[in-house]
């Protein structure tokens, strides 16, 4: 139970110091936070008004309260672009992202693990060379140029999927219910639409999964390997049992750990370079939204994003630290 | 470390000779773009040639042309100092400042030791690319504010590197016996501890120069970084979005080259941390 406490108490702190860090960035790094916040082309009036608004001529000090207290009442700032809330805005456009992150993160754990104990089933075999060495070959492409490159195959050259976009201009999309068009469009019963969507979702998901593989397979392979090393599983071997249940009742249990410290990694990772992804499909989530505003000099909403996603990270940081007791009866006995 | 002697080990771990020799190979020529590129390139990587846009690749226009008629070879040549120079820098001052708070870290007492991993916890959990946009945002784009950005994202993993080796090196029995003698912190730091530090940071910053290459294109795609004219990697890539369709080469070429550079130093980098073991005390 303290393990948990700290925990909670550590992720609070994580939190403050990244919304004092958005306020110093918003409010004390630019010359003009006024003018910053206004954005580019602001009249002299508009800045007035802004400056008037946040009281952007108060002592900082003052300026700092208001801030958090802002932010614990849900108060992201106003878009200048959208001319809407933020905290709304981001509302709206999250689902996008969620339903692209969810279907790339379930592919690439599916992927990852078969491609891991593949390669671990016969060390040093053509499958795990094979692996090892177009891992090594993968890591270094750039996640915006594999976009590129996967648009540039499957719609100029063979013309079979969607270039960008969550759903086709022509069409009408399916009634929101959860925001998320998959399940939307099955609540409809509109298996057309669903077709539709997941034709969409293809490009973005597998230039995801792709870059996340490069790196994931071979961190998740060199866990199982190092496990597979140790004497208890010599042991193992030598009272006979098979190389399967060796496998997995053994190697991977115990390399579960290491693979879930990896996965999160991963986690954060994607959150961060999502952007490009929905920059390169025109995904219409929270990363395009921040970026096209940023492209108008609308900061705001840039700033949210920055605190948003950090908060997000640093919940799943939480979520994996309460985790690892469970899967792990060593960390269980060290955290009481 | 009897894990490491085992014969399955090795033969799992080993890259291929040739590979390394070419990974070698493409270092070698990026040193010479950046170094000299007038040598290499055959065009002026900035002044526009309207006559001859979007040409497709031959001998005059190895990487073919851009919109602007310049030729993308000499750029892409050009380009090499801003792109691979830059993550470089990056890597190396990050690399410094995450030894010295790692160093700082590792010898302090247990309660300073604490609370550094603490700041170093909450700079790892940082977004890289929106904690870019909100710096680039606030203090202008550029260059400049893309290498400090990533600085502030890179800096932490070498804090925790340099501090894990340096408790371990610390119990070492060379250390003992060197603190038994009476030899100071800071000699004992240097002269005892640091030399071994070095040959795992020499790994991670080797292959850590691939991926920053990565992160200062992907900056410079999105806007952030160079502006135009300037022949960085990664905003070549964003210039070539519009014409995508119909000048393949325009955007091949730059991201085969980042890809090629972080392939090599990922190699190498793979290559140093296998002969190294074998040196490591």
């Not at chain 1, 007035?48 to 309260?65: D, E, M, S, V, W």
């Not at chain 1, 996008?96 to 104990?117: K, Q, R």
């Not at chain 1, 792709?210 to 140790?230: C, F, H, M, P, Q």
């Not at chain 2, 610390?170 to 640091?194: D, Q, W």
Request: proline share 6%; no cysteine.
């Amino acid at each position: 139970m303290i393990f948990v406490a700290k925990r909670l108490v550590w992720a609070l702190v994580v939190l403050f110091v990244v919304a004092t860090l958005t306020f110093l960035l918003s409010h004390v790094v630019p010359a003009d936070p006024a003018a910053f916040l206004a954005g580019q082309n602001a009249s002299a009036e508009s800045v007035a008004r802004i400056a008037a608004k946040y009281g952007l001529n108060r002592p900082l000090g003052t300026q700092f309260l208001d801030y958090i207290g802002g932010l614990l009442q849900g108060d992201l700032g106003y878009s200048m672009r959208t001319k809407e809330s933020v905290a709304l805005d981001l509302i709206h456009f999250l689902p996008a992202t969620l339903e692209l992150l969810f279907v790339s993160f379930v592919t690439y754990l599916v992927f990852s693990f078969g491609l891991a104990i593949a390669a671990v089933r016969k060390p040093g075999g053509i499958i795990d060379q094979s692996i090892q060495l177009g891992t090594m070959l993968s890591s270094g492409i750039p996640v915006f140029w594999l976009g590129m490159a996967l648009q540039f195959i499957f719609f100029y050259k063979l013309g079979l999927l969607p270039l960008s976009g969550r759903f086709p201009i022509r069409e009408t999309p399916p009634h929101l219910h959860s925001g998320f068009l998959l399940i939307d469009s099955l609540i409809d019963g509109d298996f057309r639409d669903f077709w539709l969507a997941l034709q969409s979702l293809i490009l973005p998901s597998l230039t995801i999964v792709l870059n996340l593989l490069a790196v994931g397979t071979r961190l998740t392979r060199a866990s199982l390997v190092a496990e597979a090393d140790k004497p208890y599983v010599r042991t193992a071997r030598g009272k006979g049992l098979g190389p399967r249940s060796v496998l997995y009742k053994h190697v991977l249990r115990n390399a579960l750990s290491p693979i879930l410290t990896v996965t999160t990694m991963q986690f954060g990772y994607m959150i961060s370079w999502v952007i490009l992804v929905e920059v390169i499909f025109d995904w219409p989530g929270i990363g395009l939204y921040a970026y096209q505003s940023f492209e108008v000099f609308d900061y705001q909403p840039v700033i949210a994003l920055a605190l948003v996603s950090t908060a997000v990270f640093s919940l799943i940081n939480l979520m994996m630290d309460l985790l690892y007791p469970l899967i792990d009866p060593r960390v269980r006995s060290a955290g009481s | 470390m009897e894990a490491r002697a085992t014969p399955a080990r090795r033969k799992w771990g080993r890259t291929p000779m040739s590979l390394i020799n070419l990974a070698i190979l493409v270092v070698a020529l990026l040193a010479i773009f950046i170094v000299i590129p007038e040598l290499v390139a055959p065009r002026d990587p900035i002044e526009l040639d309207v006559g001859n846009r979007l040409v497709g690749p031959s001998a005059a226009h190895l990487f073919g042309t851009d919109e602007g008629g310049r030729d993308v070879f000499s750029r892409v040549v050009y380009g090499a100092r801003y792109s691979v120079g830059l993550a470089v820098i990056i890597v190396l001052i990050a690399a410094l400042f995450g030894l010295m708070f790692g160093a700082i870290a590792g010898m302090g007492p247990r309660r300073l030791d604490d609370l550094m991993m603490r700041i170093v916890d909450i700079f790892l959990g940082f977004p890289a690319l929106v904690l870019a946009l909100a710096i680039a945002a606030a203090i202008g784009r550029g260059l400049g504010s893309v290498a400090l950005a990533l600085t502030i994202i890179w800096w932490p993993g070498y804090a925790r590197l340099v501090r894990g080796e340096v408790l371990s090196l610390k119990e070492r029995p060379h250390v003992e016996a060197a603190r038994a003698l009476g030899v100071s912190t800071v000699a004992l730091l240097r002269r005892h501890i640091l030399p071994f530090v070095f040959h795992e940071l020499n790994v991670r910053v080797t292959t850590d120069i691939g991926y920053a290459l990565v992160a200062v294109t992907a900056l410079s795609f999105l806007g952030l970084g160079a502006q135009s004219p300037t022949p960085e990697w990664g905003l070549l890539i964003r210039d070539s979005r519009p014409y995508f369709g119909v000048a393949w080469w325009y955007m091949v070429f730059p991201g085969v080259m980042i890809m090629l550079t972080a392939t090599a130093f990922s190699i190498i980098g793979d290559a140093l941390s296998g002969h190294q073991t074998g040196e490591h005390p």
